[in-house]
């Protein structure tokens, strides 16, 4: 089908009477209406070269069809398609700068490349970006802190606050043996709470049992979840929490403390001393 349009001359003049009928001629002429079909076939190649969608060149070239370089241009349709693909580019490196078509156009952003995601080169991510490489051998690395050193230092360190060594070993061997079986923090603290054994074993109330498991496996209130008192002394022992920054807990060391059994000490007493039936009569005078 010959169009009155496919000619420079001819494209010309359909253009300038657009111009003149007003803005609604483009929506109203059934030959502007053939002019963006041709066009959109014209450029349709071109805008999947770019990898942009096909109806991108009619779009662009709508955009030039609309000025006045165009128009008075000795070959409009030679001006139209360097427009389009002088556009086309732009919307290309558009999307891949992320950045707006007109930010594009300018020579000192479109010269940078494409951007790159991390999913794109996880596999590659040292080779990439040096920076993020990791020396496995690296000897200054501190190592993680393991179960057996974390459960160590919460002895000392009931230790250095007023706990028998003996009875601190006791009670968290106890209660790690405990946590093990039960394999939460949480079941672990509610079966340790109804355990009588273990408080007959230190000889301690139940009041200060209760703070003992707080203390050593975390408040279990889902309040403190994510506080200091909600993690307990073995998990922040375990995700690396220095000794020293729990004794700058001064409540902390001070529970600790308040806990530690009392040792009652006791003078031997021989029955068959003379002395004690006298003490003992003397008391009964007395009373």
């Known amino acids: 089908m010959n169009h009155s349009f496919e000619t420079s001359q001819r494209l010309r003049r359909l253009l300038t009477r657009l111009r003149v009928f007003g803005a609604h001629a483009w929506e109203q002429d059934p030959d502007a209406r053939e002019l963006m079909v041709f066009a959109a076939k014209k450029y349709e190649a071109l805008a999947i070269k ?33 427009a389009v693909n002088v556009s086309l580019i732009a919307e290309e490196r558009a999307n891949g700068l992320l950045c707006s078509v007109d930010k594009a156009r300018r020579p000192e952003v479109s010269k940078h490349h494409d951007v790159r995601r991390f999913c794109d080169t996880e596999a590659d991510l040292p080779s990439f970006l040096p920076s993020l490489a990791v020396d496995p051998f690296d000897s200054d690395e501190t190592p993680p802190t393991g179960a057996y050193e974390a459960v160590d230092a919460a002895i000392d360190l009931f230790t250095a606050l007023g706990w028998p ?11 790690t043996s405990r946590l093990t079986e039960c394999g939460s923090r949480l079941r672990a603290h509610a079966a340790l709470r109804r355990d009588h054994s273990a408080r007959a074993l230190l000889d301690i109330d139940q009041e200060a049992w209760s703070t003992v498991l707080r203390i050593v496996l975390g408040n279990p209130n889902p ?38 059994p009392t040792v009652k000490d006791a003078l031997p007493v021989d029955e068959d001393d003379p002395d004690h039936d006298q003490v003992q009569d003397g008391d009964e005078v007395n009373v």
């Open 223 to 260: 309040d403190e979840f994510c506080t200091t008192s909600g993690r307990g002394v073995l998990l922040r022992l375990l995700t690396g929490d220095p000794v020293s920054e729990l004794l700058d807990d001064d409540l902390l060391v001070y529970e600790i403390a308040q806990t530690a």
């Open 165 to 175: 060594r003996d009875t601190a070993t006791c009670a968290l061997d106890f209660i």
């Open 50 to 82: 770019h990898h942009l969608d096909p109806s991108a060149g009619a779009a662009a070239a709508f955009e030039a069809m609309r000025t006045y370089a165009v128009r008075t241009a000795d070959d409009p349709w030679a001006v139209v398609t360097m």
